[in-house]
């Protein structure tokens, strides 16, 4: 019940996930598999294949429409992960992207 207040993902069945996202809409590479697949309480959902990182959001209210952002690994330069503590109930995984930095001032 706490995931339903908070925006925690609950995890959901990677083999049905890989099933529709080969037909509706087939985003899905030939060879790429579905290996963790999470779902959170406002239809976003979160998918990790041997390819790349898949976030698919869903609009239910007015243009009903659906987005897609998809990240390949080789785009990742580290993670970290927050294990439960105490007060905190979920653990957390961070995904980091290299920075480009364009400095506007030599200094």
Known sequence: MIDMLEDNLRPIDCGLMESVLRLDPPILQGSEK???AFQGRKSHITLFTTKRVVFIHKERF???K????????DQFVGFS?????HIDFDTELHLYTELHFFPLYDL
């Open 34 to 36: 579905v290996e963790l």
């Open 62 to 64: 007015l243009l009903k």
């Open 66 to 73: 659906t987005k897609y952002t998809s990240l390949p690994w």
């Open 81 to 85: 992960i927050k294990t439960a503590g």
